[in-house]
């Protein structure tokens, strides 16, 4: 938030829209994952969870801004975070399993997403009730935040600050050494389906947090606020994960075509360009 706490009327209008838009984007994603068998599980699995996310994330923010000046909204505060960091975890999972397979050639394991369920739920819920214990979440004009002085402001730098940047930069060393990697095969599915679709969803989560971890990076470290109208922007871009998912996944043609019932054919295990992360893997090892 801006250093003062406070947004304008017009100001919470308008995120408010991107938020509820996100809001039932990302349930309808999440129920065409659930309901249409039209993504391999390892791509279903990771979207439905973020779209989750996205949900909580898009429905806390908006509860936040509006009953701000009626209730203390720091446990809306609380599930916000959770669904904010979760989304983080997932994009390093995306990465990572890309790694093993384009680059160390090893077989993806279904069995290591059960570890990062509970590395993105159980594990962060747990972690993030503990400015809570400690009281280190504080009102601040109309809002609850994390308190960024004295010992309490432990949690700001342990939850947030240094875990943006350390999972940023590891995200994008994989990313950059995958791209270096690609580029010199000469497999063009395997090119099309980790540049338009392994990297999408990772990026897309850089994009949306790096801005708010700098702007909140530069209020912490040099008390100097950022401008209102880039906090806007931040809560806004914030708010629009769920629709950036949204436009992500009926840019891809053989979902919208089966959408849009033009095709006969069940298009399971079937993603970019009719090429499954599953068709990558067998590509890559044999």
């Known amino acids: 938030m801006s250093c003062d706490g406070n947004i304008s009327l017009s100001s919470t209008y308008i995120i408010s829209a991107f938020c509820l838009i996100s809001f039932c984007l990302s349930i309808i994603v999440m129920l065409i994952c659930l309901l249409k068998n039209i993504l391999e599980s390892f791509t279903s699995r990771i979207i439905i969870c973020m779209s989750i996310n996205d949900a909580v994330c898009s429905l806390s923010l908006f509860l936040y801004i509006i009953l701000a000046k009626f209730m203390n909204n720091c446990i809306l505060l609380y599930s916000f975070y959770i669904g904010f960091m979760s989304n983080y975890v997932w994009a390093l999972y995306i990465a990572i399993t890309l790694r093993e397979i384009i680059i160390n050639k090893s077989s993806h394991n279904a069995n290591y997403f059960k570890y990062w369920l509970i590395l993105a ?70 090119k099309t389906i980790v540049i338009k679709r392994g990297y999408i969803y990772p990026l897309l989560v850089l994009i949306i947090i790096v801005p708010e971890s700098v702007a909140r990076s530069i209020e912490t470290f040099t008390n100097y606020c950022v401008s209102g109208d880039f906090t806007i922007f931040m809560l806004v871009l914030i708010s629009s994960h769920g629709i950036l998912n949204a436009i992500t996944l009926v840019s891809n043609e053989n979902i919208r075509r089966f959408l849009l019932n033009k095709s006969n054919t069940t298009i399971e295990n079937i993603s970019v360009e009719g090429y499954s992360f599953l068709d990558m893997m067998n590509d890559v090892l044999t």
């Open 121 to 190: 739920y159980p594990f962060l819920i747990t972690l993030y009730t503990m400015p809570f214990i400690t009281g280190s979440y504080l009102d601040k004009g109309e809002f609850c935040m994390l308190a960024e002085t004295g010992i309490q402001s432990l949690w700001l730098y342990l939850l947030f600050i240094i875990p943006f940047y350390i999972f940023t930069i590891i995200i994008l060393i994989i990313l950059a050494n995958i791209y270096f990697v690609c580029r010199k095969t000469d497999k063009n599915p395997l």
